[in-house]
């Protein structure tokens, strides 16, 4: 059976990739960059094609000789979508990623609203998403989840056997901006407490890469018109965050909770009111995660505590993280916290 991956070479095509060569499948994978392609990929016989998921011409080379699967991990737009569908007569099915971030609550707050959304629980797949944006305009806080929107009605009402996932916070190896750099950079330098707003009670629900791709070939294996959720199994809190990533390390690591009232101790799972989704219909498919975020993070923590000392540098002065290694600021914050 074939299998291509439209952007292979990122955190989560990678894993698909893998996921699906060691199942069997003929997988070849595009890209922009012939550099990035994973050599590990290429061990597995992973073929790769030098590929513009944006030129219509170039994905029609890959896609024109057919394929009994297509997952997309690179599928933005409503007008991507289309260019999609219209190879779907060669194609026996596809799986292609959303987001989260189509999910609005009561009050039309999502992800990228300046006010946290209240969902009052975990998102199930039937709850409410942002109108449509047809723009293409998808590179923009206001702009991402609407039009993933508009990607996934043009999927859904083709007729095709598609699979539409929408996946939480993407963690593993080899992600462009790894959220659990902030406590392997700790760990590194030898920290050990650090503060968390709201108790250490927030939450995002993480979604390890070989988790979601353990779905994608799940519903490879099962063909059909669908959305899912994509999550961990488990819902871990910022301070299990914390305290499983150290763990990974062989470090400890105390999270330190601040009352509700105290500003400060923001981190990557400081997401309040918690924002996790319902994985039930996933595993009502057949979905057997590889394992819970505290088993599948030491694969994360290993490739970071491996990173060479530009590659370090490079993540430290990613404005993701600017302020996150304030640790001064942060010693003060404990010592005030001591005193009352």
């Known amino acids: 059976m074939k299998a291509v991956v439209l952007g292979v070479s990122g955190l989560t095509g990678r894993a698909v990739a893998a996921e699906l060569a060691v199942h069997g499948w003929q997988v070849v994978g595009t890209g922009r960059d012939a550099g990035r392609f994973p050599a590990a990929l290429a061990e597995r016989g992973v073929g790769f094609v030098r590929s513009d998921r944006t030129s219509r011409a170039e994905l029609a080379a890959v896609l024109g000789p057919g394929a009994d699967l297509v997952v997309d991990c690179v599928c933005y737009t409503g007008a991507q979508a289309r260019d999609l569908v219209e190879h779907a007569p060669g194609i026996g099915s596809a799986v292609v990623l959303s987001s989260k971030a189509v999910y609005v609550d009561d009050h039309g707050r999502g992800s990228n609203t300046d006010e946290p959304p209240d969902f ?24 991402y989840g609407g039009n993933k929107v508009a ?39 030898g920290r050990t407490r650090v503060p968390l707003a709201h108790g250490g009670r927030t939450a995002n629900h993480p979604n390890a890469a070989v988790n979601l791709a ?48 105290v500003p400060g101790g923001g981190n990557p799972w400081s997401t309040w009111p918690p924002y996790l989704l319902d994985t039930a219909a996933a595993r009502a498919l057949g979905w057997q995660p590889v394992g819970t975020y505290a088993e599948v993070v030491r694969l994360e923590t290993d490739w970071l505590t491996g990173l060479e000392p530009v590659a370090r540098d490079a993540l430290d002065a990613d404005p993701y993280f600017a302020g996150s290694f304030d640790y001064a600021a942060e010693d003060a914050l404990l010592a005030d916290l001591g005193r009352r």
Not at 129 to 142: A, F, H, K, N, V
Not at 178 to 188: A, G, H, I, K, S
Not at 215 to 227: D, I, N, Q, S
């Open 214 to 261: 353990r779905l994608v070939r799940t519903c490879a294996e099962h063909p059909g018109t669908r959305v899912l959720n994509a999550a961990d199994p488990d819902t871990p809190t910022a301070a299990e965050v914390v305290t499983a990533v150290a763990a990974a390390c062989g470090a400890a690591l105390e999270p330190v909770g601040l009352p509700d009232e």
């Open 120 to 143: 009052g629980g975990p998102v199930t797949e039937t709850r409410a998403t942002l109108p449509p944006d047809w723009s293409g305009d998808y590179d923009s806080r206001e702009g």
């Open 151 to 189: 990607a996934e009605q043009v999927l859904l009402d083709s007729g095709w056997p598609v699979s539409v996932l929408r996946p939480s916070r993407i963690h593993g190896v080899g992600g462009a901006r790894p959220r659990e750099w902030f406590v392997v950079r700790r760990v590194l330098d």
